[in-house]
C-alpha cells in the first residue's frame, strides 16, 4: 500500500499539470481537520479547501500547527496553482483572515454562519438557559435569515437591539460582535452563488473522519501526508453521486471534469479510471 502511494502524484501537482485556473470559480470553502498522528498531541492539522461551484479540490497541505504561516503556506500553494479566489468561506480561526490579506489582498472572507451562531448559543448558553432564548431566536430570523440585502440586516439588527437587548450586558455584547463583523458575516450576499457556511467541506470531513477511524492513526507524519494525497486524488476523479438541490447537475461527473483543460488527456494514475460520463456543454 506504501509503495503505491509513493507512486502517486502530488495533488497540487496534478492540478497545475491539467487544470485549467480559469475554470474554477473562485469561491473557495476552507476548513482544518486534525488528523490522528504520532508525536501530535491533538493530531496533526491537515488544512484544505473545495472549490465551491466545481466541488473540485486544487490544493491541501499537511501542517505541523494550525497558525497563521500554516494558513499563508496553504494559501501560496494555492497561488502557485494561478488559483486566486475572489472569496475564501471559512470558520473564525486565529490568523485566518490575517494570512488571506498577506496572501490574496483582492479576496473577501465570509464567516461561516453555522459556527459564528453556535459560538453565540454556546456563550449565552442558550441549550439550557431559557433566559435568552428569545433574543437568540429574533437575532437568527432577523439578522441572520430573513434579510436579502446589507440594508436589511442593518434594520434587522437594529430592530434585536432596540427590542430584545433590554439593558442585558450580555446581549448587548452580541450585537457588538455582530456590528462589528458585518463586512465578514455578509460578503455573500454581493457575491453570486457565494454560500454563507462550510457545509459542503464539513460534509468531506464526515467522509474522510470514517475512513481514518478504520486506519486507527498514522505512525508518522509522512504516512498521513501519504494517505491524504491519496485521498484528495481519489476524491477528485471519483463521479459524485449524493449532490442535491443546486449540484444536482454534478452528479455522475467527477470533479476534475470540470477543471481539467480541455482536450487535456485524463491523467494516468494507478487505479484511476477515465471517467465513463463525459461533459455535454462546453464550459
Same mark, same amino acid.
Given at each position: 500500500m506504501v509503495?503505491?502511494?509513493?507512486?502517486?502524484?502530488e495533488?497540487?501537482s496534478?492540478?497545475?499539470q491539467?487544470?485549467?485556473?480559469?475554470a474554477?470559480?473562485g469561491l473557495l470553502?476552507m476548513?482544518g481537520?486534525?488528523?490522528?498522528?504520532r508525536?501530535f498531541?491533538?493530531g496533526a492539522?491537515?488544512?484544505w479547501?473545495i472549490d465551491?461551484l466545481t466541488h473540485?479540490?486544487?490544493?491541501g497541505?499537511?501542517?505541523r500547527i494550525?497558525?497563521e504561516?500554516?494558513?499563508v503556506r &496553504?494559501?501560496?500553494?494555492?497561488?502557485s496553482?494561478?488559483y486566486?479566489?475572489?472569496?475564501?468561506v471559512?470558520?473564525d480561526r486565529k490568523?485566518?483572515?490575517?494570512?488571506?490579506?498577506?496572501v490574496f489582498?483582492?479576496?473577501?472572507?465570509q464567516?461561516?454562519h453555522?459556527?459564528?451562531?453556535?459560538?453565540?448559543r454556546?456563550?449565552?448558553k442558550?441549550?439550557t438557559?431559557?433566559?435568552?432564548?428569545?433574543?437568540f431566536?429574533? +437575532?437568527k430570523?432577523?439578522?441572520?435569515?430573513e434579510?436579502k440585502?446589507i440594508?436589511?440586516?442593518?434594520a434587522?439588527?437594529?430592530y434585536v437591539?432596540d427590542n430584545?437587548?433590554?439593558?442585558?450586558?450580555?446581549?448587548?455584547?452580541?450585537i457588538l460582535?455582530?456590528?462589528?463583523?458585518?463586512?465578514?458575516l455578509?460578503t455573500y450576499?454581493?457575491v453570486p452563488?457565494?454560500?454563507?457556511?462550510?457545509?459542503?467541506?464539513?460534509?468531506?470531513?464526515s467522509h474522510?473522519?470514517a475512513r481514518?477511524k478504520?486506519?486507527?492513526?498514522?505512525?508518522?507524519?509522512?504516512?498521513?501526508?501519504?494517505f491524504l494525497?491519496?485521498?484528495l486524488?481519489?476524491?477528485?476523479?471519483k463521479?459524485?453521486?449524493?449532490?442535491?438541490t443546486?449540484?444536482k447537475?454534478l452528479?455522475?461527473?467527477?470533479?476534475?471534469? &470540470?477543471t481539467?483543460?480541455?482536450?487535456?488527456?485524463?491523467?494516468?494514475?494507478?487505479g484511476?479510471?477515465?471517467?465513463?460520463?463525459? +461533459?455535454k456543454t462546453e464550459?
Amino acid at each position: 500500500m506504501v509503495a503505491e502511494l509513493d507512486t502517486l502524484p502530488e495533488n497540487a501537482s496534478l492540478t497545475k499539470q491539467v487544470c485549467d485556473p480559469r475554470a474554477f470559480s473562485g469561491l473557495l470553502v476552507m476548513d482544518g481537520k486534525y488528523v490522528k498522528t504520532r508525536g501530535f498531541r491533538k493530531g496533526a492539522p491537515f488544512i484544505w479547501g473545495i472549490d465551491y461551484l466545481t466541488h473540485d479540490i486544487p490544493a491541501g497541505i499537511l501542517a505541523r500547527i494550525e497558525d497563521e504561516d500554516e494558513f499563508v503556506r &496553504f494559501f501560496r500553494t494555492l497561488a502557485s496553482l494561478g488559483y486566486y479566489p475572489t472569496v475564501i468561506v471559512g470558520d473564525d480561526r486565529k490568523g485566518l483572515k490575517r494570512a488571506i490579506t498577506r496572501v490574496f489582498p483582492q479576496a473577501r472572507y465570509q464567516l461561516c454562519h453555522v459556527h459564528f451562531l453556535e459560538n453565540i448559543r454556546q456563550y449565552l448558553k442558550v441549550r439550557t438557559d431559557p433566559a435568552h432564548q428569545h433574543f437568540f431566536n429574533s +437575532l437568527k430570523l432577523h439578522v441572520f435569515t430573513e434579510p436579502k440585502t446589507i440594508e436589511q440586516v442593518v434594520a434587522g439588527l437594529r430592530y434585536v437591539r432596540d427590542n430584545r437587548v433590554q439593558g442585558d450586558s450580555l446581549r448587548q455584547a452580541v450585537i457588538l460582535g455582530v456590528h462589528d463583523r458585518l463586512p465578514d458575516l455578509f460578503t455573500y450576499l454581493n457575491v453570486p452563488g457565494c454560500p454563507n457556511n462550510t457545509n459542503l467541506i464539513e460534509l468531506y470531513n464526515s467522509h474522510l473522519s470514517a475512513r481514518l477511524k478504520s486506519l486507527k492513526g498514522f505512525k508518522s507524519f509522512l504516512a498521513a501526508k501519504g494517505f491524504l494525497n491519496a485521498y484528495l486524488i481519489r476524491r477528485r476523479t471519483k463521479p459524485l453521486t449524493d449532490c442535491d438541490t443546486a449540484f444536482k447537475h454534478l452528479n455522475g461527473y467527477a470533479s476534475l471534469q &470540470f477543471t481539467i483543460k480541455k482536450q487535456a488527456p485524463w491523467p494516468d494514475i494507478l487505479g484511476v479510471k477515465p471517467p465513463e460520463k463525459t +461533459l455535454k456543454t462546453e464550459r
